[in-house]
């Protein structure tokens, strides 16, 4: 039974989702916009918008805060200069995923996550 279990498991261990998530959204952050599994682009939103929501706050804790997350110095640098302050006035809601239909190879439901345009 999985009472009160957050989540999904997307078939990884614990420390595998961990590091897909991080990532995926590394890979947000650079990219503006990836192309993934519809699972995976769920479960990678609200990971995605608190480190915008930190991004947001912008002080040397935030900044910390989020550098757990994303390990890549170019992803952090753009998420706190320019992705943090272009949704400054936004009270949350950054991304969007857009369904893409099914992958030709084993038949996946495919989403590409994107980041906000304002």
Do not use: C, W
């Amino acid at each position: 039974m999985r009472h009160q279990a957050k989540g999904r498991q997307l078939s990884r261990t614990a420390e595998h989702r961990r590091a897909l998530l991080r990532n995926l959204a590394t890979s947000l952050m650079l990219h503006g916009g990836i192309e993934t599994t519809v699972a995976k682009a769920k479960e990678l939103r609200p990971y995605a918008e608190r480190l915008i929501t930190l991004a947001r706050r912008g002080d040397l804790h935030a900044r910390r805060q989020a550098s757990q997350k994303i390990r890549e110095r170019q992803a952090l640098t753009r998420l706190f200069s320019e992705i943090g302050p272009r949704f400054a006035a936004r009270p949350g809601g950054y991304t969007r995923i857009l369904k893409l239909g099914h992958r030709p190879g084993d038949g996946a439901e495919m989403a590409r996550i994107e980041l906000l345009p304002e």
